[in-house]
């Protein structure tokens, strides 16, 4: 073999190793995105459905959750979170509408979930969602519906009327001559009143189950009760006042966004309230009272893992990793900055970065005064109360 | 010879090392070949079949195409612009863009009913929108068409009104009320003012505030009040003072404002925004407009923007939405919306500090309004909107058509089918409409007439419409204002709608004349407005025809023809 072709060999085989030396070291130091999804086959994933009050802290906290690296038997955990809800999410149940299955689901009441369940128990014959044992629903957070009414406004109503309650609303509402006769302003309007839409949020839907309470002076509330033609009547001329009926959600954003311009007072979340008292100061001169009522309806948002056969047990479990989190003192601490009540009775209502201490002034309270608490009407009286916000106020 | 030898052996010897040289040569230039061939087929391969970072062969888009308001299109288009220079990619490589696409409101949610919508999110000018989509498509399908929804901007509905008249009328010491609007109008001739039409959010607002006002309501409007005479009577006394309507096109009056001040309307109804606008663009010593709050109460226009939830949305989509949503609510755009004289939904931004525009220097007050109307449900306003065409003030307008030899072929066939479209749209049977066509010689084909009797034949002539001739552009105008005038109905909006593609050629009247003739005070003012059809149309006399009468003129081309009849239409 001649030099010349030696050298031809060399040379050939000095380019094989280039090349394979190449290939070998952009394997070995691939570097994985840290955006990219867990390639990893050993990741659970635990989808996670949340009532929109309480779906920024959830996030927050699987934020944080996946951070730390949490694992399950030597598995890491990867938390989703999808803000719904809960009546939406309730109808995607219903309808099989979900898919994949969350892992777990946060609705805004528990009784969200015995609908749920009574939904199911008809077509399978069992619960999906457990009420004991390990894997029963158990609340995160708690909240109640509460007055929230511009400062303004709720001088004129106690002078008139001695209290804020939903009879107070009424009579305000029917006023023909707005607030120029209920010893307001002549430019305020109409007393408008500040409700979701009980079709697309819970909230709304609440708050007419507890204005039907205060009407009855009692907690059950039954499908008689809200067909009955004289209760009609009066929740209509409340509801009458509503400043938007072509279909909008209104939220306490919106009673943030367009003031007193567009609502002077409603029943809603408290916490959404706390978490908006800011905003609302600073874009309206006129800050928010928040008044408590008689009957009120709690909101105990319960951590509910799906017990069907489309989640795999270690996912369960990895869920149930997520809830002990939630729980935690340092996570349910966090909460208090959402305006919410921890379900941890370890931690205080008051405290650093708490909006109960914040707005105390403003009416908020630590410890609710009173304890007459709706209990939870069934399913009939819900579509009861629909059909006739559908009739009678929406015009459908 | 030994010297000789040794010369041919070192002379043999370079030759040999001269030939190893070039093979190195090669073989290097071979090496490095091989290596670049060998490092490309593996990229190549690595992006086909291994899931690359950057595949090659399509780089499929995360594109999310947003439909919205034409009102806002000066802040939206700088929102997505500013959006899509962020050059976001998803986890998997994948760009997340946004792709905007101006659209009346009316027309978005017709779109989707229709099932022809090529937009998977909309940003209309009011939450209203919605309502109606979500209203019409449970109807149809059941479950509701808007999914998830947020707002990044509002702005009150007011009446926008120049300095010096709104003091007449009591500013700032007692509150303007839309009765206080239809007293002025009524006692004065000369006083002029405008809404948009039921298409766009201020146009149906105003609409619905004029119906409250006739029902002597604030809230609870029924159609037992919308239909009753006196409501009707009320409505209709007011609208006769419309000098005309049109589609929303707020920055457009805007800048007739900006040009012509108070001798374009004495008032008009728009979003507070664009009087924030006006003023920060004014010139010197110009009058100030200002955003009246009518006291009846207000109403809102929110931009929503909102997923559907009626077509095949893909996870990208999604994705694509939740990060505009979030870019939109972001402190920077709630800065640039509030810069553009917006209220931003972000609360924490104060609008009285140092960096926003909404002052009384700029006509505005963000601490009212102080109350708003009710807005009815979806079905309630759906007999507003149909009522208004009974209550509006009535047209006649002449529809005059250049048919010269320079219209032959695509040209003709686009703009019969504008001018069919345009018919379609004028729902009102009691609207007088005519048409004149113009080439070497003006012919009236179809007299004024309302449109319950001359539809048809309306819609006969336009499809007979051919193309021959010179132009006489001049005459067409002259004959079609006069036939106006010669009615001497005062009652309506009487205007002519001029298309031209091409320069005068064959008038017998002159451009002076004409122009006298328009702005001679026959107690019957007619508005010329103007289509410059393709780049041969004479842009500057159609300008001066319009000028002369307080219109506008438009232009377009083959593929905007429909569109801009359909605009047209809604002044009517």
């Known amino acids: 073999m001649n030099r010349t072709r030696i050298i031809f060999f060399v040379i050939i085989g000095l380019a094989i190793v280039i090349v394979a030396g190449g290939l070998i070291w952009s394997q070995v130091n691939k570097q994985p995105d840290p955006l990219a999804p867990e390639a990893n086959d050993e990741t659970l994933e635990v989808q996670v459905v949340s009532a929109l009050p309480v779906a920024d802290w959830v996030q927050g906290a699987a934020h944080q959750f996946n951070a730390e690296g949490h694992t399950l038997e030597g598995r890491p955990i990867q938390v989703t979170v999808t803000p719904m809800d809960g009546l939406t999410a309730k109808g995607r149940y219903e309808r099989d509408e979900l898919d994949p299955l969350p892992t777990a689901w946060i609705p805004d009441s528990r009784y969200l979930v015995e609908l749920v369940n009574a939904a199911y128990k008809e077509r399978l014959g069992r619960d999906v969602f457990l009420t004991d044992g390990e894997y029963r629903a158990r609340p995160l957070a708690i909240s109640l519906l509460s007055w929230g009414i511009y400062d303004s406004r709720a001088g004129v109503l106690e002078e008139q009327y001695d209290e804020i309650s939903w009879q107070t609303i009424h009579d305000a509402a029917i006023a023909p001559g707005g607030w120029g006769e209920l010893g307001g302003e002549n430019d305020w309007g109409y007393f408008k009143l500040a409700i979701s839409n009980p079709r697309k949020n819970i909230s709304g839907l609440a708050a007419m189950v507890a204005a039907a309470g205060e009407y009855y002076g009692r907690t059950n509330i039954s499908v008689e009760d809200v067909t009955d033609p004289e209760f009609q009547a009066w929740l209509g001329e409340i509801m009458s006042s509503m400043s938007d009926l072509s279909g909008g959600t209104y939220t306490v954003s919106d009673l943030a966004l367009f003031g007193y311009t567009t609502g002077d007072a409603g029943q809603l979340l408290e916490s959404d309230l706390l978490v908006n008292m800011q905003g609302i100061q600073t874009r309206w001169a006129d800050p928010l009272r928040l008044v408590y009522p008689e009957y009120v309806t709690w909101f105990d948002f319960p951590f509910t893992v799906w017990m069907g056969p489309e989640t795999s047990a270690a996912e369960k479990n990895a869920a149930l990793e997520f809830e002990r989190y939630l729980l935690s003192e340092e996570v349910q601490r966090q909460a208090l900055a959402y305006g919410l009540r921890p379900a941890n009775p370890e931690v205080p209502v008051t405290g650093e970065d708490s909006l109960f201490d914040q707005w105390a002034s403003q009416g908020v309270l630590g410890v609710v005064p009173r304890t007459t608490a709706m209990r939870s009407p069934d399913r009939d009286v819900l579509q009861a109360l629909l059909r006739w916000f559908d009739l009678n106020v929406a015009g459908r | ?572």
């Not at chain 2, 962020?86 to 998997?92: D, F, I, R, S």
């Not at chain 2, 409101?105 to 009011?126: H, I, K, R, W, Y």
């Not at chain 2, 069919?420 to 010689?441: M, T, W």
Request: hydrophobic share 40%; glycine share 8%.
């Open chain 2, 1 to 572: 010879m030994a010297q000789r030898q040794a010369r041919m052996s070192g002379s043999s010897k370079r030759s040999t090392d001269s030939g190893v040289r070039t093979v190195l040569i090669v073989l290097l230039v071979l090496l490095f070949l091989m290596i670049g061939l060998c490092c490309g087929t593996y990229m190549l391969l690595s992006r086909l079949f291994d899931g690359g970072e950057e595949p090659i062969l399509s780089v499929p888009e995360a594109a999310l195409t947003v439909t919205y308001s034409p009102e806002k299109e000066l802040v939206f288009r700088e929102l997505v612009d500013r959006f899509n220079g962020q050059g976001q990619e998803t986890p998997e490589g994948q760009r997340v863009t946004v792709e905007a696409v101006p659209l009346d409101p009316e027309a978005m949610v017709n779109a989707v009913l229709d099932g022809g919508a090529t937009f998977q999110a909309m940003t209309p000018d009011s939450s209203i929108w919605l309502g109606q989509l979500d209203g019409a498509w449970y109807d149809k399908a059941g479950s509701e068409a808007v999914g998830e929804t947020a707002r990044y901007a509002v702005s009150p509905v007011v009446i926008a009104m120049w300095e010096g008249l709104a003091r007449e009328m009591g500013w700032p010491n007692q509150p303007i009320s839309w009765q206080d609007l239809l007293d002025r109008a009524q006692a004065d001739p000369d006083f002029r003012w405008s809404h948009p039409s039921t298409s766009s959010a201020s146009g149906l607002l105003a609409t619905l505030a004029e119906f409250y006002a006739g029902a002597g309501k604030t809230r609870g409007l029924t159609i037992e009040d919308v239909t009753a005479q006196e409501t009707l009577d009320y409505v209709a006394a007011l609208e006769k003072t419309v000098r005309y309507y049109g589609e929303g096109d707020e920055p457009a009056i805007i800048e007739r404002a900006l040009l012509e001040g108070r001798d374009f309307l004495d008032a008009f109804v728009v979003q507070e925004q664009m009087v924030t606008h006006f003023n920060t663009h004014r010139g010197g010593g110009q009058e100030r407009l200002i955003a009246i709050h009518p006291a009846e109460g207000a109403l809102w226009e929110d931009h929503p923007l909102a997923l559907l939830e009626t077509g095949d949305l893909t996870p990208l989509q999604r994705q694509t939405f939740a990060r505009f949503r979030d870019y939109l609510l972001s402190p920077e755009a709630q800065q640039l919306v509030l810069s553009h004289g917006y209220r931003p939904a972000d609360l924490s931004i104060p609008l009285d500090g140092p960096a926003s525009p909404l002052t009384a220097q700029n006509g505005v007050d963000p601490s009212e309004p102080n109350t708003s109307l009710q807005i009815p449900n979806a079905s309630i306003i759906e007999v507003v909107r149909d009522v208004w065409w009974y209550t509006k003030r009535h047209t006649n307008v002449y529809l005059v058509v250049d048919t010269s030899g320079s219209m032959r072929d695509e040209k003709l066939a686009q703009a019969q089918e504008a001018l069919r479209i345009f018919l379609d749209q004028i729902k009102g049977e009691q609207e007088r409409v005519g048409l004149v066509k113009f080439a070497s010689r003006v012919n009236t084909v179809v007299t004024l007439d309302e449109l319950g009797r001359s539809r048809t034949a309306l819609e006969l002539a336009v499809d007979g419409l051919q193309a021959e001739g010179d132009t006489a552009l001049l005459d067409a105008v002259f004959v079609a204002q006069q036939q106006l005038k010669e009615l001497g109905d005062t009652e309506r909006i009487n205007a002519v709608v001029v298309m031209t593609d091409g320069r005068e050629n064959n008038s017998w009247i002159d451009l002076r004349n004409l122009v006298q003739e328009l702005r001679k005070d026959s107690g019957v003012p007619v508005v010329v407005f103007a289509i410059a059809y393709g780049q041969d149309a004479d842009m500057e006399v159609l300008r001066i025809i319009a000028e002369s009468t307080g219109g506008q003129v438009h232009e377009g081309d083959v593929e905007t023809i429909e569109d801009l009849y359909k605009i047209l239409s809604t002044y009517f």
